[in-house]
């Protein structure tokens, strides 16, 4: 699914905010990444996105190396990847429904078929009486609910998420995160940055751990491991 050789990424003339990035994620896997402030997070997910490419280093993503891509072709993998920016990135003229409609509408699929299923979704999130209202006069979390599901709308092959649980407490955010699972189930990969010790060890993902630039993986915790067996979550 996904493949990092050697990978670096600078910014302008400063100095490398990731360095020498090695991993492979399988497809249908579910990792948490994290790691302190500042580590290099942000900077990883938009590589991931391709909003950014890499300054040096090997990227293979759906079994294609992205250098090797044109725009068209770079602008139709970006269709299989869905994103939760940290700041939401709504569109302030448009409805909640019409904000998670727009993938699908970029898609061009019929209108019945997005009638029905923003409708549900947006009811699925809690947000059912605000289908109507405009990011900007609603709260951060409901904003949040929005910006997951406009990410979640096309079940992406590819699931990006910054921190998108910041801004929610504790249950809606086990709910979100029950979301992500079940996309998960039916075969989306997922990555979440996340600094929420009580979701990484409820959930008992792998995790990928940034620091200062350097990319390790761990396997989930006793801990998260034996919660799940107990059938907490
Ligand atoms: N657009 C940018 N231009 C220059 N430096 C940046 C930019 N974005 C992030 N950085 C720097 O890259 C490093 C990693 O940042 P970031 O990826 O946002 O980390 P995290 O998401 O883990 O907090 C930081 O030192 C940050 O200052
Ligand atoms: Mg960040």
Known sequence: MIRYEH??????????????INFQLDPGSFHFLSGPSGAGKTSLLSLMYLGRMPTRGLIQMFGQNIGELGRDQLAA???????????FRLLNHMSAFDNVALPLRIQGRPEKEIQNNVAELLDW???GDQKYALPNTMSGGQQQRVAIARAVITRPRLLLADEPTGNLDDEIGFRLMALFDQLNKMGTTVVIATHNQAIID????????LEKGRLHIEEPTKHGLRKRLEGVY
Request: positive net charge; aromatic residues 8%.
């Open 7 to 20: 990978v670096g990424l600078r910014y302008g003339i400063g100095p490398e905010v990731l360095e020498d």
């Open 77 to 87: 993998m970006r269709q299989r990847v869905g994103v939760v920016f940290q700041d």
């Open 125 to 127: 999130v809690g947000l």
């Open 202 to 209: 409820k959930f008992g993902h792998k995790r990928m751990i």
